[in-house]
């Protein structure tokens, strides 16, 4: 007699795909319900190929609620619009700006749309 | 037509994109065990007095003084910006040919409605808002042509770095103004000989027989020949050939008297170079195993010596390959000398479903292939050596290459981050 792994043991590897008992018995009542879980990188719109992740130092930037250790996401791929968070380069040096920039602030070089502030709240 | 776009002296410009303190200031990057200078950006080839093919430790006093940055490399940065730079080039064709770590030809054909020119400005224009990274595009009819176009948008300011060759009298012109050594594929040999007699620039090449190119440069000066009269004849290779040996070579950082730990190097070399064997799906034949003491030094006494295993069922299982290298290792190892490098070099590689088994030798090694498979993912995703073999040991930092001005790994180490902002309180 062959003896054959029951299906139900089996990790379903697509999770896209309804899971379907091969016992006899009641099919899962999620059958008709399964969704992909959440994914981050979907749901923040990472473009990796223009994404960067920094890490920031200091309290300098508390004003625009970024902290000391806040890792901020950077997408390149972006044009600033009003009131977006930017980070710039200014003689030489990163600084972060809001969107529109002062007089003063015209000499700096974009270097990044901020999109997100990751926080660790531990 | 065919696109041919370059990163502007790519290394560098990969440490200046999270340096904006060094933007527009001199960059070198140095080798292995930073020994010499294998990249500079402008600026620093500008500064032609200093001996930029000099070892570094005798040039480093100027480097200092001229305020030239230095950099050990840093392949891991280099290789995942690498990336980003095919992946967003992949948006303008689905043909593309990587043909090394900061260079790729593009497949424009059946694009012919669009504006050459526009849409090499547009790769130049997003690489660099994606990436930071500054490029150089040329587009021609053939490969030859379009590295030659290439070379032109890089050297003639007017192009601004794109340039289109889309006409003959733009192919011709572009043949009258490059020189015989500016091509593409025409070594250092050649060049001599046909300087010899009397050819000095593209044109007088392409004027020359093809008899003669043929009998004298073989099929490879007939291709290049073709492809500058515009003729395509290089066929685009977008997946790579599976590499016919692999082997790695690196200094130490100090000289080694003892056999242990130039075992536990080899081990790791070993372990590197089935990685990759493994991920171009092939086993290797033979072992090479090479042992030197420095050369350079006048106070060491000098040998080296090299031998290879035959192995009886190829493999490319980390651990039997790691076995056998020890072996021969221990075969030429003598004791009373410094030793600087250890070799190793698998070759006889054959695609991994083609290894015949041995009559005399059980083949239960084959069940291990879920062993290594384990082992490659676990170090993929936890990094390099996670698992590893024993033989490794844990002395890697007192063999290992010296990289002490290396980069952060800003773009795969969370730790390792671009940091901002640290004036503030």
């Known amino acids: ?122 | 037509m065919i696109a041919m776009v370059d990163c502007n002296s790519f290394y560098a410009s990969c440490e200046q994109v999270f340096r904006p303190d060094l933007w527009g200031k001199p960059v070198v990057v140095l080798s292995n065990n930073d020994g010499c200078i294998i990249a500079a950006n402008k600026e620093a080839k500008q500064l032609t007095h200093i001996p930029m093919f000099e070892a570094v430790f005798k040039i480093k006093h100027i480097l200092i003084e001229n305020k030239v940055t230095f950099f050990s490399s840093n392949y891991t940065l280099y290789g995942e910006m690498s990336q980003r730079v095919m992946n967003i080039l992949s948006t303008f064709s689905p043909c593309v040919e990587v043909y090394s770590i900061d260079e790729a030809f593009l497949d424009l054909h059946g694009l012919s409605h669009i504006d050459m020119r526009a849409y090499g400005v547009d790769m130049k224009e997003r690489i660099y808002k994606y990436t930071g990274l500054p490029v150089g595009v040329g587009i021609a009819p053939t490969k030859v042509l379009a590295k030659l176009a290439n070379r032109m948008a890089k050297k003639i300011p007017t192009y601004q770095h794109v340039y289109v060759m889309d006409t003959e009298a733009k192919r011709i012109e572009a043949l009258q103004w490059a020189d015989i050594g500016d091509i593409w594929g025409i070594g250092r040999k050649h060049v001599k000989r046909l300087q010899a007699i009397g050819v000095f620039k593209a044109i007088d090449f392409v004027k020359l027989p093809l008899a003669w190119v043929r009998k004298e440069m073989t099929v490879v000066g007939e291709r290049l020949w073709k492809e500058l009269r515009g003729e395509s004849c290089l066929e685009f290779m977008v997946v790579p050939n599976p590499k016919k040996a692999i082997g790695t070579a690196k200094s130490f950082g100090q000289k080694l008297p003892d056999l242990g730990r130039i075992e536990e190097a080899c081990a790791y070399y070993i372990t590197e170079v089935a990685e990759v064997l493994r991920t171009q799906k092939s086993c290797a034949t033979y072992i090479h195993v090479a042992l030197y003491t420095n050369y350079h030094s006048t106070i060491d006494k000098q040998y080296s010596n090299r031998t290879t295993v035959t192995l009886s069922i190829p493999t490319n299982d980390t651990f039997a390959l790691i076995t056998q290298a020890r072996k021969a290792l221990q075969s030429i190892y003598k004791s009373g000398y410094r030793y600087k490098k250890v070799a190793v070099n698998l070759t006889g590689l054959i695609p991994e479903n083609h290894v015949q088994g041995n009559l005399f030798e059980k083949r239960s090694k084959i069940l291990d292939t879920n062993l290594m498979q384990t082992l490659d993912v676990l170090n993929r995703k936890f990094g390099k050596t996670t698992v590893s073999s024993a033989m490794i040991g844990t002395r890697v930092s007192e063999w290992e290459l010296i990289k002490r001005e290396r980069s952060p790994r800003y773009t795969t180490q969370w730790r390792e981050l671009l940091e901002i902002g640290s004036e503030g309180v």
Not at chain 1, 37 to 47: F, K, V
Not at chain 1, 85 to 96: E, M, P, T
């Open chain 1, 1 to 122: 007699m062959e003896i054959e792994v029951s299906g139900k043991v089996k990790v379903a590897k697509d999770r896209h795909q309804a899971e379907v008992s091969k016992q006899t018995g009641f099919p899962s009542a999620a059958t008709h319900y399964m969704e992909a879980p959440i994914d981050l990188n979907e749901e923040l719109s990472i473009h990796k190929d223009a994404t960067f992740f920094v890490r920031v130092k200091g309290n300098a930037w508390k004003d625009f609620t970024i902290l000391d250790k806040d890792v901020l996401i950077i997408d390149r791929s972006l044009t600033p619009g009003f009131k977006d968070l930017a980070l710039v380069v200014q003689d030489g040096s990163f600084k972060v700006l809001r969107v529109p920039f002062d007089k003063d602030q015209e000499t700096c070089v974009l270097w990044g749309v901020i999109t997100y502030i990751i926080h660790d709240a531990r």
